[in-house]
């Protein structure tokens, strides 16, 4: 129980990996705020099954009032923000990079870049009253990869690492932790809306080949990082990537 108490936001967290971080932090003892545009009545049950604490915010992270409106939540319901997952993002359907819709692409910079920024001002004030914090910033391996196809994702991906780099060395001094991980291919809802079947089946396998770890990427495999990283256990790690794709990419 190394989170005892803390009051974690998750957002993305109606389905998927967000689900997972919700789950492994209450299990840690934290109190889970679950964060996403879609309803997380499904992960505030499993939380609760499973022993722990939840609540959802329904919130648009790429909306200023909306992200705003959920920190306040937060503040007159617990009292306090320790840690903040930015796990929300758009993963698009994979299209060559001269025939991406301009919409598409500020959609996907607005959720994936800018509400990550929303986020991290919305929780920063109570931080540093509290002089500590830990904000942990989901990227992807994609970024080390080079994927092809998916140019406005990975574009927005490789732009969180150096937001995260950026944003820890602004808050020197302040006890605010900024680190970013890089997860590898995970079979989830955004990746299966990625592209048909037979083609993620095949990006699947693939990448299993290409992985030194010779199995699929799952949720699970993704928390231990998390946690790592949002415990008193990496208090002397800041502005850093975590890079947990079965050894696919190198960093
Ligand atoms: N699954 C993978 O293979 C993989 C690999 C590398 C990185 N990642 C990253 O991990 C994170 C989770 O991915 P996932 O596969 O679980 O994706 P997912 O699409 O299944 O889940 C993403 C969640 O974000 C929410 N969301 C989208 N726009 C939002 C908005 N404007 N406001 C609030 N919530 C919003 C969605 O409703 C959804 O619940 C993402 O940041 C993704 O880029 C995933």
Redesign the pocket.
Known sequence: MRLIDRVAIV??A?????QQYCLSLAREGAQVVA????SCAETVTTVKQAGGQAIEII????DATSVQAMAIQVINQYGRIDILIN?????PKLTPFDQVLEADWDQVMA?NVK?MWLCCKAVIATMRQQGKGKIIN?S??TIWAGTPMLLPYVAS?GAILSFTRSLARELSGTGIHVNCIT????L????QQMAPQETVDYIQTLTVEQQIIKRREAPIDLAGAVLFLASDESDFITGQTINVDGGLTHH
């Open positions: 957002t993305g109606a389905r998927g990996i967000g964060v996403d545009i879609l919130t648009d992270i790429a796990n929300a993002a758009l993963i959720v509400g989901i992807s391996d991906k997860p590898g291919l995970t989830t809802q955004g990746v």
